[in-house]
């Protein structure tokens, strides 16, 4: 198939196999390379899309309608109205998979062993139960039933502070938003466990209804409506979308990275780390490679010496090493895509086990992390990794490229 | 052999390195080849054969004196023109045969045609004539590693005149073979300059090679010591 190339790429192609060891170790050099920072950019993205997707389903989605005041200093008397008919709207709009109304308030919950400061959100257990990862994490009792009733799911450690078991009745008192106190009977209907000081010891659950009553909210009314998408990706153009839409303008439309800022900022700072990390082991499969090609293009002193003295003008001589180089960087870099595809692949049918590899849990804003990774690859990010490397190993090969041609041929002919 | 030069060298001198390392490799050479003359460039190593073929050649460039091929003064060429004056009009032939191991005979022997833009058809009739004519039919298709040393020396004549140069430079080109296979190279070179009108130009200590020559010029300590016909 390569006989029938022109010329020039004829014997490039045939001189990248002359020295066929070389050749093999430098092709697996970039394909290594370039499959390993793959892998761990799909492993720290296939962490963050878990994150974001536990963090986002059980708070309020990937783009969230409040009170335009409600981010700064959450209140209770910071609500939305008509949450009802604002959902019916979003609900047409294309990819959107789901909507949420929240009720989120501080209260305290007080048994005769005891009183802790949590943070209540009232939920609706139908949504809840097919979105949220927490209703997945209930280890005793079951999760919440109702829309209405006086029922609460509490955390493990919260359960040990208080001495509480399932069906114990507790109180929930809390400055309903005329800054009146209200304290609500209710019975334990499940406990959960999801791994975090702050959701299992300060965080619970009651049903919508039930949370209105406690923070004095009117009927339909939440202190968060949100949305979750089927892509992610859509999120801005949704939020956009929903600010222009009457019943939602006058209203603060966000996307989730501005409502839960923990996150977005340790993705940030993590990702920002790892493209350091990324970036040296690059440079360091990189440098091997361009010894490799230097190398080579060093030890053909003579060959590019009778090409030049039998009339080969010296940039088509660099052309002939550019195309070398060329077709290694592009073969190299297949073999990378396919090699690194093929390990976040594995992983991410299989999942890949971290709990061996850290002793303790781990949780970001309150949010636990996943010790099953599934890494997740976008073309987006092999086209932008592989882009990378592919363009780096081919303005390394310039300077070997360019001193090919720069020789003295009456001496390497000598 | 006709009056018309190829080469005209006036006064050429050629000095490496410098101080006490200073070495005067040629010595205000005069010199003037002929179209299809068939000479051989004799002396004693070190004597200067090498690198006066290399400034013929536009290999390398003189310290003084003016070099002209075919009235064109050279001397002062840059490095893209001499790289073209060698693809049109001068052929090399080495010592060590110098073919690209990565391509096969046949295109070795087209390189340069390929080089001067030749269309497949036209460079495919020239290379088999000359492949017939040098007794390489049939091996088009091999690599050098598979080709005898002669074999390949052959295919290193036919890359050299395919081109149809003015001027093929030759640089001990029997020195690597039995002195059968030289003679028959010799004989093949003799050939093609008789046929063909293709002035050769041989650096050589080969007495065979010597004996064929019309023309000896013997070269020592970078001076022209003998000229004869």
Not at chain 1, 86 to 109: D, F, Y
Request: aromatic fraction near 6%; charged fraction near 20%; include cysteine.
């Amino acid at each position: 198939m390569f006989d029938a190339l022109p010329p020039l790429a004829r014997v490039s192609w045939r001189s990248l196999w002359r020295n066929r060891r070389r050749t093999i170790i430098t092709l697996s050099s970039i394909a290594f390379g370039l499959a390993l920072a793959l892998f761990m950019v799909g492993l720290a993205e296939g962490v963050y899309a878990k994150l974001i997707d536990d963090a986002i389903r059980l708070q309020s989605g990937h783009v969230t309608v409040m009170h335009r005041k409600y981010l700064d200093a959450p209140a209770s008397d910071l609500f939305v109205r008509n949450s009802g008919a604002m959902r019916r709207m979003m609900e047409k709009i294309p990819g959107v998979e789901r909507t949420k109304a929240l009720v989120m308030g501080q209260a305290l919950v007080k048994t005769p062993s005891g009183a802790v400061g949590v943070m209540v959100m009232g939920v609706e257990p139908a949504v809840e139960r097919a979105a949220s990862p927490l209703a997945k994490k209930i280890r005793q009792g079951k999760y919440l039933s109702s829309n209405n009733g006086p029922e609460i799911i509490i955390g493990q450690a919260l359960a040990d502070r208080l001495r509480l078991r399932v069906g114990k009745k507790l109180v929930v008192a809390a400055n309903d938003a005329n800054g009146q106190m209200i304290e609500e009977l209710c019975r334990v209907r499940g406990i959960f466990r999801m791994d975090t000081d702050e959701l299992d010891g300060y965080f619970v659950q009651v049903p919508i209804g039930f949370a209105r009553r406690v923070f004095g909210l009117p009927r339909d009314s939440a202190t968060e409506v949100g949305v979750i998408l089927h892509d992610p990706d859509t999120r801005h153009a949704v939020a956009d979308l929903l600010a222009q839409l009457p019943g939602i303008k006058g209203y603060g439309v966000h996307t989730w990275e501005k409502v839960l800022p923990e996150i977005s900022g340790y993705i940030r700072l993590d990702r920002a780390s790892n493209w350091i990390f990324q970036g040296l082991l690059i440079f360091l499969v990189l440098f091997t490679i361009f010894n490799t090609i230097f190398m080579s293009v060093m030890e053909r002193g003579r060959e590019f010496g009778v090409l030049l003295a039998i009339g080969t003008a010296p940039m088509r001589l660099r052309a002939q090493v550019f195309l070398e180089a060329l077709f290694m960087d592009l073969l190299g870099c297949v073999l990378g895509i396919i090699i690194g595809s093929a390990g976040v692949l594995y992983f991410k049918l299989n999942g890949l086990d971290m709990s061996k590899m850290t002793k303790s849990e781990m949780s970001i804003g309150g949010i636990g992390m996943e010790m099953i990774v599934r890494p997740a690859l976008t073309p987006g990010i092999v086209g932008w990794v592989g882009g990378l490397i592919f363009a780096v190993t081919l303005i390394l090969s310039l300077y070997p490229v360019w001193k090919s041609a720069k020789i003295n041929v009456a001496e390497v002919l000598r | 052999m006709t009056d018309k030069h190829v080469v005209q060298l006036s006064g050429v001198s050629k000095d490496y390195g410098e101080g006490a390392g200073l070495v005067h490799a040629l010595k205000g050479i005069d010199l003037e080849l002929h179209a299809g003359d068939f000479i051989t460039l004799a002396g004693p190593s070190g004597s200067g054969k090498s690198t006066l073929l290399n400034i013929i050649g536009g290999l390398d460039r003189p310290t003084a004196g003016r070099i002209e091929f075919e009235g064109v003064d050279i001397t002062r060429m840059t490095g893209s023109a001499l790289s073209r004056l060698r693809k049109e009009r001068i052929g090399f032939i080495f010592q060590a045969y110098n073919l690209i191991p990565v391509l096969t005979a046949f295109e070795n022997a087209e390189y340069v045609l390929v080089l001067q833009g030749i269309p497949a058809a036209e460079r495919r009739a020239r290379i088999s004539a000359l492949f017939n004519d040098v007794g390489l039919a049939g091996l088009e298709d091999r690599f050098p590693r598979e080709l005898s040393g002669g074999q390949q020396q052959r295919v290193a004549i036919v890359r050299a005149i395919a081109p149809a140069p003015a001027l093929v430079l030759a640089d001990e080109p029997t020195a690597n073979v039995d002195s059968t296979t030289g003679g028959a190279l010799m004989d093949l070179m003799a050939k093609l300059n008789r046929e063909k009108g293709v002035t050769f130009l041989f650096s050589t200590h080969d007495p065979l090679v010597m004996g064929r020559a019309r023309r000896r010029i013997v070269l020592k300590d970078g001076r022209i010591e003998g000229d004869t016909r």
